[in-house]
């Protein structure tokens, strides 16, 4: 899925995708669609900027899988911008790769986790709900660490959420 935003005469492309089959896939998933997209996006305007929206990750498990790393990098080197990720419910590292913002995971915010058979919603056993949101207009992002106490029903900044970063070389974690 492709939707376009002109913003003081900057197109700005906005692609998403599922990797994993929930209700949110509307195509399925081919990396190398994606991929021959954002080729094609910076061919036609090479000013063009482009966010990559993915659905992917397993959840509550703090840290990107391997594939969806993989799939990042490649992504970046076809031309895409930044990458925003979400699915894992918590916040996974960040990492800079070619220069470029790769978000794996922004968080869980408002969202409770359904139990489908009985239609009950429940919030994971945390009372603060942590989330990033990301302002952008082509240049570095600016990370924002909000949170949600379910309790007492607010909405704050938290600047106590550590970011946590990963170097590009894959080999591990730089805090």
Not at 18 to 35: D, G, M, Q, V, Y
Not at 63 to 73: C, I, S, T
Not at 160 to 165: G, P, W
Request: charged fraction near 25%.
């Amino acid at each position: 899925n492709q939707d376009v935003i002109r913003i003081k005469d900057s197109d700005i492309y906005i692609i998403t995708f599922a990797t994993i089959a929930c209700e949110h896939n509307f195509n399925i998933f081919s990396p190398k669609k994606i991929l021959s997209t954002i080729k094609k996006i910076k061919k036609e305007n090479e000013n063009a900027i482009v966010i990559i929206y993915p659905h992917w990750g397993i959840e509550c498990l703090d840290m990107p899988e391997p594939a969806d790393r993989n799939l990042a990098h490649k992504m970046i080197d076809a031309g895409a911008d930044m990458i925003i990720g979400h699915h894992p419910h918590v916040i996974q590292p960040i990492e800079i790769y070619k220069g470029k913002h790769i978000i794996y995971s922004c968080g869980n915010f408002l969202l409770p986790q359904a139990r489908f058979a009985s239609k009950d919603l429940k919030y994971p056993n945390k009372e603060v709900l942590k989330e990033l949101f990301v302002e952008y207009s082509g240049g570095k992002p600016i990370i924002h660490k909000i949170s949600f106490n379910k309790e007492t029903n607010t909405l704050y900044q938290n600047d106590d959420i550590e970011l946590k970063y990963i170097n590009s070389d894959m080999s591990s974690f730089a805090y």
